[in-house]
């Protein structure tokens, strides 16, 4: 009998797990057991950092992996470097001694409208140095503030009364989530094969960075299947069924035996 693995989810910065709840029901509806992670640094502590992040979703891999689970990620935009760093040491061995019928691994990760940030880096070195124009570093509070629209930045397929409800629930987002943690930030897309969705209405992270980057990763040697959504930022609202279906194939993809 096929044994699914589990599917631990990790959201963006500034938001609450509850924003896979949609695709988390479809999933759930198929017997997956599906995990949404609590980043630290967006509940209104601006002294954690990336550390505090990656930890909870690595404590999450492992208790899953010790109870012989597989493990797939499912990573949505700033969650992306958070989870592929978090799989550090928990995916098969390459150099064939495991036997893919073995359980108890990290098999994949499920990008979507995320990077591929390098090992040894903050995350705001990874995108140059400096945040983009769309949100900034308060010095003064230690959080990190949004500086246009939150609504036309992550949500602007969704209906008006939706999307502006999903702007009431955005959380503070400690500045050190992307100003620290370079010790512990790592390149696990390099590990283990990846299926990227390309969020082709995105305002948030626009397609041609997120080509550009899936490029970028095929070139350093990364095993990338890419599809992709006519979304903004944020498809696991605004096109669930498509989302979780992106999710099973890829399942589909990691679990070949």
């Known amino acids: 009998m096929f044994n699914k693995p589990t599917l631990i989810m990790v959201p963006g910065s500034w938001h609450r797990p509850e924003t896979w709840d949609k695709v988390r029901a479809i999933l759930e509806e198929q017997?997956?057991?599906?995990?949404?992670?609590?980043?630290?640094?967006?509940?209104?502590?601006?002294?954690?950092?990336?550390?505090?992040?990656?930890?909870?979703?690595s404590d999450s891999i492992q208790t899953e992996i010790s109870a012989k689970r597989n493990v797939i990620l499912v990573v949505h935009s700033y969650g992306g470097a958070v989870?592929?760093?978090?799989?550090?040491?928990?995916?098969?061995?390459?150099?064939?001694?495991s036997s893919r019928s073995e359980t108890g691994h990290v098999l994949g990760v499920?990008?979507?409208?995320?990077?591929?940030?390098?090992?040894?880096?903050?995350?705001?070195?990874?995108?140059?140095?400096?945040?983009?124009?769309?949100?900034?570093?308060?010095?003064?509070?230690?959080?990190?503030?949004?500086?246009?629209?939150?609504?036309?930045?992550?949500?602007?397929?969704?209906?008006?009364?939706e999307g502006e409800e999903w702007v009431s629930n955005l959380t503070p987002q400690s500045s050190k989530a992307f100003t620290t943690g370079a010790d512990v930030a790592y390149a696990g897309w390099m590990d283990v094969p990846v299926w990227f969705l390309e969020t082709v209405e995105d305002r948030g992270l626009p397609v041609q960075a997120q080509q550009m980057m899936v490029g970028m990763a095929k070139e350093a040697g990364a095993d990338v299947t890419v599809r992709e959504i006519a979304s903004s930022h944020s498809p696991m609202l605004s096109r669930p069924k498509e989302t979780a279906t992106f999710i099973t194939d890829a399942v589909a993809a990691f679990t070949v035996v």
């Not at 017997?31 to 979703?57: E, H, M, R, W």
């Not at 989870?83 to 001694?97: D, E, H, L, M």
Request: glycine share 12%.
């Open 31 to 57: 017997q997956y057991n599906c995990i949404p992670i609590i980043l630290p640094t967006t509940t209104g502590n601006a002294s954690l950092g990336f550390a505090d992040d990656v930890k909870v979703v």
């Open 83 to 97: 989870g592929v760093s978090a799989i550090k040491g928990f995916t098969r061995p390459k150099s064939g001694i």
């Open 110 to 161: 499920a990008m979507i409208a995320t990077g591929f940030g390098p090992s040894g880096q903050t995350f705001l070195d990874g995108v140059g140095g400096q945040p983009p124009p769309t949100w900034s570093l308060d010095p003064t509070t230690g959080f990190a503030t949004i500086a246009v629209p939150a609504r036309d930045l992550f949500y602007h397929d969704l209906p008006t009364d």
